[in-house]
């Protein structure tokens, strides 16, 4: 039976491109959609370096909201922006097939040495806001400046081309959901088993009412199983550390027949030594524990 659903979503180019994609999907499996665009506090607020805002959910807190009061039936979220822990009443429905989960680099093509790690000149100024690529640029090129950079990805990629920075590191999926002409820079994709991405990068998250049985029906039709398993690990390795998307955390996990692979790094603080593991197993609960206490150690 068809319905009319109600999408909830932040109004920037890449949050629309998402929910425009679920959109197309229901479509095609002949239901009514609607997009409700949602200002989020990580919207509002753009001269303040991500560490700086206040809690956690800043890009989903009003969508959620949202969803409480009836105004939504249906939030699509960037996976790794959710926070672990749901409000009571709301369900993570469906995952999708995960995209290109790794970081990349954009650098100004005269800012470039391919004899160096990731292909940056000496001293170079990065631009990013985010506690865990500071930690690992800090780790990987201890000689990067870095450099606060805020706003949505084609704002990002102009201030770059403005001259404001050498390069800037963004996710993979996002540019290649906005199918952006890079031609005038240099892309350097890092690997996510070396420069380790944030615990669900690449996926977006179907967030729902709980009661909203139908829907819930809907939206197995999206579902991906093997992208829920693997982000299943590298959340819980995040919900055990009581982190939010901001906390200086990497968490990737492979998946081969039954066997995961999970390769994680933690650090106190952005600019504190990082720690990285590699584990292995079957089981997610038990493959996240032992992640978790090898990073305490």
């Known amino acids: 039976m068809s319905r009319k659903i109600i999408i909830g979503s932040r109004g920037s180019d890449l949050a629309l491109w998402q929910a425009h994609h679920v959109e197309a999907q229901l479509q095609s499996l002949g239901h009514e959609v609607e997009i409700n665009i949602i200002k989020t506090q990580g919207d509002r607020i753009q001269h303040l370096s991500f560490d700086k805002l206040e809690g956690k959910g800043f890009f989903t807190k009003e969508l959620e909201e949202s969803l409480l009061d009836g105004s939504i039936d249906l939030a699509v979220h960037s996976h790794k922006d959710l926070p672990t822990e749901h409000p009571a009443g709301l369900i993570i429905a469906a ?83 906005l199918k952006l002409d890079l ?59 009581e982190g939010g998307c901001q906390m200086p955390l990497g968490a990737y996990c492979e998946q081969n027949g039954d066997d995961l692979t999970v390769s994680a790094c933690v650090a106190d603080e952005w600019d504190s030594p990082i720690r990285m593991v590699v584990k292995s197993g079957t089981d997610v609960e038990t493959l996240a524990q032992e992640t978790v206490a090898s990073l305490r150690v």
């Open 95 to 177: 995952v999708s097939d995960r995209e290109d989960p790794a970081d990349i680099l954009l650098i100004r093509k005269d800012k470039v040495d391919e004899e160096r790690a990731f292909h940056l000149m000496l001293n170079p100024v990065v631009g990013t806001s985010s506690a865990r690529r500071k930690s690992q640029l800090k780790h990987h090129r201890p000689d990067v400046e870095l450099k606060d950079l805020r706003g949505n990805v084609p704002t990002r990629i102009n201030k770059l081309r403005e001259g404001g920075y050498d390069a800037i590191m963004l996710a993979a999926a996002g540019v290649e959901r």
């Open 183 to 241: 031609s005038d820079l240099h892309v350097f994709r890092l690997d996510p088993k070396v420069f380790i991405p944030a615990p669900a990068q690449g996926v977006l998250g179907l967030q729902i009412r709980a009661v909203d049985k139908d829907l819930i029906d809907i939206l197995k039709n999206l579902n991906s199983p093997e992208a829920a398993r693997r982000i299943s690990v590298e959340r819980r390795i995040l919900n055990l550390f």
